[in-house]
């Protein structure tokens, strides 16, 4: 589960019919072949999106409701890479461009997202980072539309969704463990870690695997709540207290940045004192603009599966330095700017490797076939978009080594500052938090 800038929550997307899927690959085979592959004479109509000199994408997550500001960011780190790939050519002489959807942050307004996109705006694919997308991923695939995300919502980023591909790999459907969140918990000292979740899928596994990682790291987890509604904000006294009781000296919370920041505060006014807490969506810098704030986030830790831009390697120096030419953004990005990035990255990445004469079939295929991707040097580790797919663990970066890196808020610099190394170690064996 993950976050942005103006502290917030979350979006929707999923479905299908074979008969359709079938009809769409056909079509998608047959004007591969009118066309005569990469080497022809030219690109077949019949393709949606796609004309001689570009091809439209479209991008679901949410612009407007009760997820908005969770998700303010996304653009300008999807759109920033875009406009950098733009800049050097665009992809096979092709101009990329892109159709914003505004989910609403519902399950309805996603499908009817989709729908649109599809229906109307005729994209040759659609990129999502949006917690609700499992709403339209049935119609997206029975449409044979190759979706490229971030899975933040549900388990429809695996098999048998081929036209699926999370840009750093995803978990598999029974969600196992990863061993990173015990390996930092007893590196810090804690015995005894408690967990709190927004209840959505996504957010419940994490809590859960969280808890079955430290126990298989020897240590304790006595206290888990999965029941935190979406729209909740605050009145937290009561979890803390069991908490404390509970004899938890590690604390990890898995809710949107608004709620986290809250439940923090509430900590630091109850006076308990945890050795570590974690918290599972970055609350960004941006928030911590008086003392009061930096004090109440001070020491925190947070995890990524993105190398982050405190260690300034050249791909970071990159990365912020598109944002700030095409985005005009000063600031430090926060993983959901990352997150965009990644979506755009993929998707350059099947373009690319679907040819010039490009159909849905082969972008969907050819995709399918890499392996080694670091997502422009930001991924944690090398995504295979068949080993990294549908293999990994909840909360992790791409399988099979699930690693992630530790950053930790200080106040004096009003930012988060990275461990030099990313922690790595695989899945908790026979963990399943399906």
């Known amino acids: 589960m993950r976050s942005s800038r103006a502290l917030k929550d979350r979006n929707p997307l999923s479905f299908r019919s074979a008969a359709a899927m079938a009809a769409s690959l056909l079509i998608g085979v047959l004007s591969a072949c009118s066309s005569g592959g990469s080497g022809s004479a030219g690109q077949s109509a019949d393709v949606p999106g796609v004309t001689a000199n570009s091809v439209t994408v479209g991008l679901i997550t949410s612009l407007t409701g009760p997820s908005a500001a969770s998700f303010s960011t996304v653009l300008p780190g999807f759109n920033a890479r875009i406009a950098l790939q733009n800049a050097e050519g665009g992809v096979n002489d092709r101009t990329i461009k892109v159709v914003d959807a505004d989910d609403q942050g519902t399950t309805t307004t996603a499908l009817s997202a989709a729908q649109t996109l599809v229906q109307q705006k005729k994209v040759f694919a659609v990129g999502s980072v949006s917690p609700t997308l499992y709403a339209a991923e049935p119609y997206l695939k029975q449409q044979g539309i190759p979706v490229i995300g971030y899975p933040l919502d549900g388990v429809e980023w695996a098999s048998p969704n081929e036209n699926m591909f999370p840009a750093l790999g995803s978990p598999s459907p029974k969600l196992p463990a990863a061993r990173w969140y015990g390996t930092f918990f007893k590196s810090q000292g804690a015995t005894n870690v408690a967990v709190v979740t927004v209840a ?146 993929t998707l350059i990445k099947g373009l690319e490797a679907a040819g010039k004469n490009m159909t849905q079939a082969s972008f969907t295929q050819s995709l399918r076939k890499v392996n080694g991707f670091t997502v422009d040097g930001l991924s944690s580790s090398p995504v295979s978009y068949t080993a990294s797919f549908g293999t990994g663990g909840e909360g992790a970066g791409p399988a099979p080594e699930d690693c992630v890196y530790m950053e930790q808020y200080n106040p004096g610099v009003n930012a988060y500052v990275s461990q030099p190394k990313p922690i790595c170690g695989g899945l908790v064996p026979n963990s399943n938090a399906a």
């Open 200 to 345: 959505i899928p996504a957010g419940v596994a994490s809590a859960k695997n969280m808890r079955a990682s430290v126990e298989a790291a020897g240590l304790k987890s006595a206290y888990g709540n999965y029941t935190v509604p979406l729209t909740q904000e605050g009145s937290f006294n009561s979890i803390i207290a069991q908490m404390q009781a509970s004899g938890a000296d590690g604390v990890y919370i898995e809710l949107f940045p608004t709620a986290a920041f809250n439940f923090l505060a509430a900590i630091r006014q109850s006076g308990w004192t945890p050795k570590t807490i974690l918290i599972g969506a970055p609350i960004p810098s941006a928030v911590f603009s008086n003392p009061q704030a930096r004090a109440t986030a001070a020491g925190i830790w947070v995890a990524t599966p993105f190398v982050p831009t405190s260690l300034h390697t050249p791909s970071t120096l990159a990365f912020q330095a598109a944002l700030l030419k095409y985005e005009h953004q000063t600031s430090a990005p926060d993983e959901n700017e990352y997150a965009g990035w990644a979506v755009a990255s």
